[in-house]
């Protein structure tokens, strides 16, 4: 299965997942303080590397639906709301994580910004402790700047 069309069955089924909670997902965001006119400010879109699509194949259905509705749900809504809803949390500088859980099975997929409306998600990996370990942080960091130097030469699809 090409990544393309992995990615395309994901976000199908986190759009079905994401209209089944919508109304309940407009009243939250009434209730909530955050100016709506942040909401709208930019959309995302979430650039994967091979890493992250052979995590993703790996995970089971239900982890993998989970995952994919958290990742629809930050584009939806923005990040002010993942940040206070504590759907993304800052790891280090320009480095982040996606938090998603479904049961006892904790996931996290970490990235960084590109550009404008572009992040780059670098890999995914099952957390089973309370901090993020720092092998994955390390990874993480190689990814982002073989990235980073592959872009400034003008190579970036090659990753």
């Known amino acids: 299965m090409t990544r393309l069309r ?37 959309e995302l879109n979430f650039i994967f590397s091979s890493y992250f699509s052979d995590f993703l194949k790996k995970l089971s259905y239900d982890d993998r639906v989970k995952l994919s509705y958290r990742m629809a749900s930050i584009q939806k809504y923005g990040l002010p709301v993942a940040i206070r809803q504590k759907w993304v949390k800052k790891l280090d500088s320009n480095l982040y994580e996606i938090r998603s859980q479904y049961f006892s099975n904790i996931q996290r997929a970490i990235y960084f910004h590109v550009d404008h409306n572009n992040y780059f998600i670098t890999h995914g990996f099952t957390k089973k402790s309370n901090k993020t370990p720092i092998r994955e942080l390390n990874r993480a960091k190689n990814i982002r700047d073989a990235y980073l130097k592959r872009r400034k030469n003008g190579e970036e699809n090659k990753f």
């Open 6 to 42: 992995m990615f395309k069955q994901l976000k199908v089924v986190a759009s079905k997942l994401a209209r089944s909670t919508a109304k309940y997902k407009a009243k939250e965001l009434k209730k909530s303080s955050v100016n709506a006119t942040l909401l709208m400010d930019k």
